[in-house]
């Protein structure tokens, strides 16, 4: 299915139905805080109440991001009464980009999310409950504070030493307790949880085990958990509402692929599935047939729009490279494997920036060992030149590894020409010697 298609099938909701919603958690939050501030609410109740206040308030932001912007009005309360976590926090349409900018640089460098995203859970736990200070500091360092975010930022540091006056020392335990707890829960879901191997790559993924299921469900919402569990479809279609992804899930992967017949059958059961040439993988979409397009998938740069190409059975950005056969799921899951490989891979070998004109000048402990190598190189290939004047059995203990040469012309090489190859650096000598002459006689 190409992307037109699923926006067609699955269209997104209007942002207004998420604003209201967030705004009557908000309210509901600051509510319950200022009953406690009152003696009302005992503070054994606010706590979890607050926290799952906060996760409904959060959950139906992340839903307004990636709903239908078109139509909604410039302002709506709830863009200006947030939950302010901390007094170093930044305003609504940075927190907004940063979270566009995860979609669109997901395991890059370039994603401001990566830190919480490739490290183990307590690390990553560690990092979330700082996360409004980093993310501020990740923003600034990078974009620098104007006028608006300066004045946006001293709004919510003024509004949240409001808070606290109010609260007394009682109330600023409890309030930055539970806005920490709570949102720390919620980016070590969103931003570590939901991409692991076992849950990350797959269009259906396993389900939760039933009381976590049904206790996730009570405490933060059906479509919360539905987002989580396909969170990797979310990925690949941001304006599909968290709702419509398992209907999404069936349509991409229906029932039938899991159980292809091998044999004399397959080839009949493909053509009914709509995939001549891959089993496993789900029908195309009406129309997608008289389009002329495959069944292959193609990843763009942002890893968003994924679509049929015929001239690309396999994707060439993003590293999801896909084999001819490969179910999709295995697929995907490599594919994720290999980019944390590769990012892996480059942050171990970062270049320390207080030796970079050291290794430009070769200066460095490598480049002392190479120019020692080539030192022994080159007195190993005088000794073997000055032996090569003398009989054969001496050239012939000079001789570590004789050469095999290629091809037609391997019967009638030169039993006395031979390469010579040893590395300096590692105990052996590197030479290659070539004998013109044998017992005196040009060939």
Known sequence: MTRREVSALFPGDPRTRYDDAMLGWS???????????????????????????????????????HSDQRGASRWHPARALLVVVSPVYLGRAQLEELHVMHHREEGSEADPDRDM?????????????????????????????????????????????????????????????????????AWLVFAWLVHQPWLYGHVEPPEFPRPLRWLWIALVGRENYLGVRFHFLHHLFTAVPDRRLPALA??????????????????????????A?????????????????????????????????????????????????????????AGGERRRRDADHRRRHRRHPDRRDDRRRGRGAGADRRRDARASARDVH????????????????????RSRPRGA???????????????????????RLAFPTMLGTRR
Not at 35 to 63: I, S
Not at 382 to 401: P, S
């Open 27 to 65: 309210l509901a939050f600051h509510a319950s805080y200022f009953a406690f501030v009152a003696e009302v609410l005992p503070g054994w109740l606010f706590g979890p109440l607050g926290v799952v206040l906060f996760l409904r308030y959060f959950n139906r932001w992340h839903e307004a991001l």
């Open 117 to 185: 995203m490739e490290c183990g859970p307590l690390r990553s736990a560690l990092l979330c409950l700082v996360q409004p200070e980093l993310m501020a500091w990740w923003y600034l360092r990078r974009r620098g504070l104007d006028p608006r975010l300066a004045l946006e930022m001293f709004t919510h540091a003024a509004t949240w030493s409001a808070l606290m006056w109010l609260g007394g020392l009682r109330g600023f335990v409890a309030y930055n307790l539970v806005v920490r707890v709570g949102n720390a829960l």
């Open 409 to 431: 012309a391997r019967a009638h090489a030169d039993p006395h020409r031979a390469d010579l190859k040893c590395a300096a650096a590692r105990g052996r000598c590197s030479l």
């Open 382 to 401: 005088r000794a073997g030149r000055a032996a090569a004047g003398g009989d054969l059995e001496t050239r012939r203990t000079c001789v570590r590894r």
């Open 250 to 275: 069936r349509r991409l992967h229906p029932p039938t692929a899991e159980s292809a017949p091998e044999g004399p059958e397959a080839s009949s059961w493909r053509k009914r599935q709509g995939s």
């Open 277 to 333: 040439s891959e089993p496993g993988v789900a029908r195309a979409a009406p129309g997608a047939e008289a389009a002329g397009s495959d069944v292959g998938w193609r990843s763009d740069r942002d890893h968003t729009c994924w679509r049929h190409d015929a001239a690309h059975p396999r994707g060439d950005r993003g590293g999801h490279d896909r084999g001819r056969g490969q179910p999709r799921s295995d697929q995907h899951r």
